[in-house]
C-alpha cells in the first residue's frame, strides 16, 4: 500500500498484475508512516528527557559543564558503538524489523533506571543504554524505509519520515516544559511520562509495523511493500568495499569532518538562556522551537535532495549551523536573536539528518544498505562524540561565546572542503548500484 500526496487516481494495470504507481505521482510507503509514528512516540520519549538533562546535569546535579559536555557526548556517540553492528546483522539476517524492534526495547527498558539513577554513573549508565537502543534500530529502521519507497521519492520519504520523527521531539519538551510549569521539582515526572511514550512505541512496532524484507525486490521496484520475496538459493557474499571504500569513503569522510564541528544543541541553548536569563522552567521550549522549524522545513528539504541532489543538501545545510552558532555567539539578548538561531537550527538537522541516510542508501548495494547507512551514521555519532565533550573543555578555557567562534570559524573553512570532496557526487539522485542484481551471486557456506 502507498499513500498518495496527488489526487491523481492510481491507473489499473491491464496485465492483470499489482497496481503500478505512475511516474510522476509523489507517494509514500504506509510503511514508513508507520514507522515515522513509531519514531514520534518514541522521540517524545527520549526529547522530553533530553530537553531537561541539561539543567538537570548542571542544576539538580550540580555538575560541571565538563561533565555535562562528557554526558552529551555519550549521548550524541555511543550508539555508534553498534550502529554497524545493528545494520550489519539487519543485512545479513534480512530481518530489519525486529534488529530495529530490539533497539527500541532497550531503549524503552532505560527508561526505567531513570526513575532511579541520582548520579553521575547512574545517569552515565542510563544514557548509554538509551543510546545503545538507539545505535542499533536506526540503520535496520531506515532500510525499511528506503526498502518500501521509490528510489525517486527516496528523500521525500525520509523528509516525512523525520516530520513525523520531529513532531514527537516536539511535543517531548512540550510535555516536559507543562510538567515543570505545574511542578517546578518535577523531573522524575517527567521520566515516568517518558517511560509510557516509550513503550506505546515499542507495542505499535511489534504490532502494526510489516518486517519487510530488503533483499529480493529485484525486478519489482515499487511492488514490494509486504510481499514476501521468493527465497534465493544462494547468499550473496557480503560486499565490505562497497562500505568503506569507492563513494562511501568519500561520504563517511565529509560526514566526519562536519561532525567533528557539530556541538550539541544543549550547549547552545545554555549560551542562549546564559544570555537572556530567562527562567529555567522555559528551557525546554527550546527544544520546542528547533524540532518545530525541522517540521517546516523537512519535507521541503528532503523534496528539494530529490531534485539536485541530496550531497548539495546536505553540505550546504551546514551553512544554517555556522549562522547559529554566529547568532548564539552575538552579545544581543533580543528574543528575535534566539528564535532565528531555533530556526537555524532546525534548518541544519532538516537538511542533514534524513538526507544523509538517504545519500548513503543510493551509494551502497541493496545486500549492504543497512550496514551503509549504519557506516555513515557511526561516523557522525563518534565525532559528535568528540566535539561535545571537547566543546566543554574548550567552553571551559575561554568561554562560551569565544569557544562557539572557534567553531563556527573552523566550520566555515570545512565546507567548501567538503564540498570538494563530494564534488562527483553532489548531484547525485539515483541508486549507484541499481536494485535489479547483474552479477552470478557467490555461494557462501558456514554463515
Request: charged share 15%; with cysteine; hydrophobic share 50%.
Amino acid at each position: 500500500m502507498y499513500i498518495s500526496f496527488s489526487n491523481s487516481p492510481e491507473p489499473e494495470d491491464k496485465t492483470g498484475d499489482a497496481p503500478r504507481t505512475p511516474p510522476g505521482t509523489r507517494t509514500v510507503s504506509s510503511t514508513v508512516i508507520t514507522l515515522g509514528i513509531v519514531s514520534m512516540l518514541t522521540d517524545i520519549s527520549s526529547e522530553s528527557v533530553a530537553a531537561i538533562l541539561p539543567l538537570y546535569v548542571t542544576g539538580v546535579l550540580g555538575l560541571s559543564t565538563i561533565a555535562f559536555g562528557f554526558l552529551d557526548g555519550l549521548y550524541q556517540g555511543v550508539s555508534a558503538l553498534v550502529r554497524i553492528g545493528g545494520g550489519y546483522v539487519s543485512d545479513r539476517s534480512d530481518q530489519p524489523k525486529w534488529v530495529a524492534f530490539v533497539g527500541y526495547a532497550l531503549a524503552a527498558v532505560a527508561r526505567v533506571g531513570l526513575l532511579f539513577a541520582s548520579g553521575f554513573a547512574a545517569i552515565t549508565a542510563v544514557i548509554t543504554a538509551d543510546r545503545i537502543g538507539k545505535g542499533i534500530r536506526t540503520a535496520p529502521r531506515d532500510a525499511l524505509i528506503t526498502a518500501t519507497s521509490e528510489p525517486e521519492n527516496l528523500g521525500k520519504s525520509f523528509g516525512v519520515h523525520r516530520t513525523l520523527d520531529n513532531i514527537g521531539a516536539a511535543i517531548g519538551p512540550l510535555i516536559a516544559f507543562f510538567i515543570l510549569l505545574l511542578i517546578p521539582d518535577g523531573f522524575h515526572t517527567v521520566f515516568v511520562a517518558s517511560l509510557a511514550f516509550a513503550l506505546i512505541g515499542v507495542l505499535i512496532l511489534g504490532l502494526v509495523v510489516p518486517n519487510v524484507r530488503t533483499r529480493g525486490r529485484e525486478g519489482a521496484p515499487g511492488t514490494g511493500e509486504g510481499t514476501p520475496a521468493a527465497p534465493a538459493p544462494l547468499r550473496k557474499k557480503f560486499d565490505w568495499a562497497a562500505v568503506t571504500t569507492g563513494p562511501m569513503r568519500r561520504v563517511l569522510a565529509a560526514a566526519g569532518i562536519l561532525g567533528i564541528l557539530t556541538i550539541g544543541d544543549g550547549f547552545i541553548y545554555l549560551v542562549l538562556q546564559d544570555r537572556s536569563d530567562f527562567a529555567a522552567q522555559w528551557f525546554p521550549l527550546m527544544y520546542v522551537g528547533t524540532n518545530l522549524a525541522f517540521l517546516a522545513f523537512a519535507i521541503p528539504l528532503g523534496r528539494l535532495s530529490d531534485r539536485v541532489g541530496r550531497g548539495r543538501v546536505f553540505v550546504f545545510g551546514h551553512v544554517a549551523l555556522v549562522a547559529a552558532y554566529f547568532v548564539a555567539a552575538m552579545p544581543i539578548t533580543d528574543i528575535a536573536a534566539t528564535i532565528l538561531c531555533l530556526v537555524l537550527l532546525g534548518a541544519f538537522y532538516a537538511s542533514t539528518d534524513g538526507v544523509l541516510a538517504a545519500l548513503a542508501s543510493q551509494l551502497t548495494t541493496p545486500e549492504t544498505r543497512g550496514t551503509g547507512i549504519a557506516a555513515a551514521q557511526t561516523v557522525v555519532a563518534l565525532t559528535r562524540f568528540v566535539s561535545a565533550t571537547g566543546f566543554g573543555f574548550l567552553w571551559y578555557a575561554v568561554g562560551p561565546e569565544y569557544a562557539m567562534i572557534v567553531v563556527a570559524v573552523l566550520l566555515v573553512v570545512a565546507i567548501p572542503l567538503v564540498a570538494l570532496l563530494l564534488r562527483p557526487y553532489l548531484a547525485t539522485t539515483r541508486p549507484l548500484y541499481p536494485d535489479t542484481d547483474q552479477s552470478e551471486p557467490t555461494e557462501v557456506s558456514g554463515e
